[in-house]
T-cell receptor
């Protein structure tokens, strides 16, 4: 089954404790991205990756890092989480990076609470 | 750069009633257009998309959307709403040239009364 898998689904942690949210897709997609979803603000893109070893900032990259060492994986790293990063996070992928006519496939989300 | 507006934050309808969710975009040409649905606790799922051709697009779950160039709109419709349609709906726009990054609207929350 084609899917985007995020882990963990829920996490409560404290300010300053490094955390990583993993994202993996099994569709051999080139393009992957991370979004955060906040009430009233919709989806805002954090980072995206057009292919392996190619990443770039989205609209709200501050406080986040990503890496793309393999095609299937695109982890989101919070080196020093702060309460304003409490949010619902989504990973998404699409077949190729260079064509915005392709829909994205989304994971089920990770709800992070930073105390 | 493209932008997209969903004017309604919440829409409430009765089960069995018709539904129209509004989406307006700003772009210098005809963009790629998408509607996604997000059920509680889940990720976004594609309902339908428009690239070119017939301006009335059929999607999954009985939804359709009509592209109107003159109004820069891509409204989502369903003739008879079911309680299971209660969800968050997002309109998204992709540029044909330039940016490869789609832009999402802020979403419309659909509430269905029995």
């Amino acid at each position: 089954e084609a899917q985007v898998t995020q882990n963990p689904r829920y996490l409560i942690t404290v300010t300053g404790k490094k955390l990583t949210v993993t994202c993996s897709q099994n569709m051999n997609h080139e393009y992957m991205s991370w979004y955060r979803q906040d009430p009233g603000l919709g989806l805002r893109q954090i980072y995206y990756s057009m292919n392996v070893e190619v990443t770039d900032k989205g609209d709200v990259p501050e406080g986040y890092k990503v890496s793309r060492k393999e095609k299937r994986n695109f982890p989101l790293i919070l080196e020093s989480p702060s309460p304003n990063q409490t949010s619902l996070y989504f990973c998404a992928s699409r077949r190729t990076g260079g064509y915005s006519n392709q829909p994205q496939h989304f994971g089920d989300g990770t709800r992070l609470s930073i105390l | 750069a493209q932008s997209v507006t969903q004017p309604d934050i919440h829409i409430t309808v009765s089960e069995g009633a018709s539904l129209e969710l509004r989406c307006n975009y700003s772009y210098g040409a005809t963009p790629y257009l998408f509607w996604y649905v997000q059920s509680p606790g889940q990720g976004l799922q594609l309902l339908l998309k428009y690239f070119s051709g017939d301006t009335l697009v059929q999607g999954i779950k009985g939804f359709e959307a009509e592209f109107k160039r003159s109004q820069s709109s891509f409204n989502l419709r369903k003739p008879s709403v079911h309680w299971s349609d209660a969800a968050e709906y997002f309109c998204a726009v992709g540029a044909r040239v330039g940016s490869y990054i789609p832009t999402f609207g802020r979403g419309t929350s659909l509430i269905v009364h029995p």
